[in-house]
């Protein structure tokens, strides 16, 4: 099941996520695509935005860390209005 919370996509909330999570280093990272944008929680796509879906959140239970790094995430998108849908499974490695 999936869920919809907004709607949008732009680079830049991935960027205002990071800037939130004070010490993160580079384990929780964008990746700009031909075809959209990547998150990364160390080397696990933990989000994907394209302009035909959206942003995509995986719902995938993992680290403690990548928990807090999923939860800035959202926050951010949130508090920039664009919406995302969860996905319950793991997101595709490989994109």
Do not use: C
């Given at each position: 099941?999936?869920?919809?919370i907004?709607?949008?996509?732009?680079?830049?909330?991935?960027?205002k996520?990071?800037e939130?999570?004070h010490?993160n280093?580079?384990?929780f990272?964008?990746e700009?695509?031909d075809?959209?944008?990547?998150?990364?929680s160390?080397s696990?796509?933990?989000a994907?935005?394209?302009?035909?879906e959206?942003?995509?959140?995986?719902?995938?239970k993992?680290?403690?860390?990548?928990?807090?790094?999923?939860?800035?995430?959202?926050?951010?998108?949130?508090a920039?209005?664009?919406?995302?849908t969860?996905?319950?499974?793991p997101l595709?490695?490989?994109?």
């Amino acid at each position: 099941m999936t869920k919809t919370i907004a709607r949008g996509t732009t680079p830049a909330a991935p960027i205002k996520a990071r800037e939130a999570f004070h010490n993160n280093g580079s384990s929780f990272r964008g990746e700009p695509r031909d075809d959209g944008y990547v998150v990364y929680s160390y080397s696990t796509i933990i989000a994907r935005s394209t302009p035909e879906e959206g942003w995509t959140l995986t719902g995938h239970k993992y680290s403690a860390t990548t928990s807090r790094h999923m939860s800035s995430l959202r926050q951010a998108l949130n508090a920039l209005g664009h919406a995302f849908t969860t996905s319950p499974d793991p997101l595709p490695q490989r994109y």
